[in-house]
């Protein structure tokens, strides 16, 4: 039987002491972290990983007491194959506890007289425990698994004691880029390997807008269940009433089949074009004008992470004016109200008349939508907002803003829109100089497409990243499903249209 201690003690005799904290650190991916530095708390030590990631603290301390004390042997303990013998003559008992690798104690026993214990039969699991012996004011750990071997964590004379944990004793791992990282210890004789996160770095703010990129804002209505109630069901969506300035407005709003209350989706508005209705673009039969649901965007929603809603225009299918604005602003703010919305990610988009009343919200709505995309824009025959402070009045802000145009519109001009349209966003849209203040972009002008059978979109390069601008031209009529075969008349090859891709990618950006 191998003797590992004989403890003999008296209150002034030299004793010992011994600690040896290790392990490894690593990043999220298992890759080694070199140069972590790694604080023993209230000890006041430190060290840092190598190559491999790894540390290792460790400690022997000496106390001297007094030369010639009396000693005597109030018992001892060995180990043989994980079996603890004792002998305990004094009128100390023998205390045994069990901790696994972080210290925690699963095991603990009072022993009188002489005998033996099982230190395995202490632990429910396989793995490297440790066993800490006391008799009197001495103390012995062991190392052990479950299987019954062990080794001593002791120096070669068999003297060295435990050191007592102090209340509150952590390590704490610091790494450049990475999150500070704190565990508390219960021991300190123990192996820890731990795994750091990446830190994310603080989300920048802004005096307007939000960073590309930016975290969800939910809505008052997360967490809640819609108290709107529908006046009646269509295909793919339900029927709504608003009141607005005493008028009754109607729209429209598609959930996805996955809708969660808890998750803040993504809200997109689809204004419908002249002598069309709401409904039109929530279920009608295919063709050029409605190819799919809300301009061909629901059906690229393939995680359910959109709220769709189609807004009513007046009884002849057109956009009037302020009141119009006011409907929308009012609808945005019922659909914040009953549905878990990011009010950072609200997009609106539309055709012709549609794409009109689109540019014209673009104008003064800029604090509650984030990007639009018009199809087929001008600057006639719509009201369009002068500037001033009131809440429909033009602000001077920019917004993010596409354009899909063909260069042979007969009904929207085209170099009209590319002439009057375009550079009113331009001209807000540029580069925020040392001030903050978004400076003008409206002297770079969009390359164009020149060919028959095709298109280009063409990305700004002097306006602010936050606020991107796109131009997309094409050899097309007046029609919103742009395509690039040969064929370019109305009507013509709109099931093979490009446009609902870019608007999606578009808007997925930010």
Known sequence: MKNLLVIGVSLAVSTAFAYTVSGKVTDESNMPIKGAQVTLVKENKNTTTDNKGEFTIHEDEETIGLKGAAVHNPGFISINSGILSYSQNG????????????????????????????????????????????MGSAKETIRFNASGTYTNSFDSEGRALLKEVQQGEALQFVADGFDTLSIPLSTLDTTVDVKLTKTTPAEEQFAFGYALGNEPRPSKGCGKNSTLQSTGSVENGKKYNLNVGGKNRTFFITLPKNYDNTKPHKLLIANHCMGSKAEDFVHHNPDYDHPTPYYGQQVLDKNGDYIFVAPQGNDNGTWNGKE??????????AMFDN????????????????????????????????????YATADYNIWLPSAGTGRYDAKNLPIAWMGVHGKRDGVCNYDRAKTSALPRI????????????????????????????????????????????????????????????????????????????EVHKFFEQF
């Not at 119009?324 to 703010?333: A, G, K, L, P, S």
Request: proline share 4%; aromatic share 12%; hydrophobic share 35%.
């Open 324 to 333: 119009d604005h006011q409907f929308v602003d009012e609808m945005i703010t």
């Open 91 to 134: 009128s100390s008992p023998v205390q045994v506890r069990i901790f696994d690798p972080l210290g925690n104690k699963i095991f603990s026993q009072t022993l009188y007289g002489s005998g033996q214990v099982d230190l395995s039969s202490g632990v429910k699991a396989k793995g490297t425990y440790f066993a800490q012996v006391s």
């Open 426 to 501: 331009l001209k807000r849209n540029g580069k925020a100089d040392a001030n903050g203040n978004f400076t003008d972009a409206s002297s770079e002008k969009p390359q164009e497409f020149n060919g028959t059978a095709g298109h280009l979109c063409y990305d700004f390069t002097t306006v602010d990243p936050r606020f991107p601008v796109k131009w997309c031209s094409w050899n097309g009529e007046h029609q919103w499903t742009a395509h690039d075969g040969p064929n370019t008349g109305t009507g013509q090859g709109w099931q093979n249209t490009w446009v609902p891709e």
């Open 339 to 374: 549905y878990c919305v990011d009010t950072t990610r609200v997009f609106a988009t539309g055709f012709s008349f549609g794409a009109m009343f689109t540019n014209s919200l673009a104008q003064d709505l800029q604090e509650r939508l984030r990007a639009v995309a018009v």
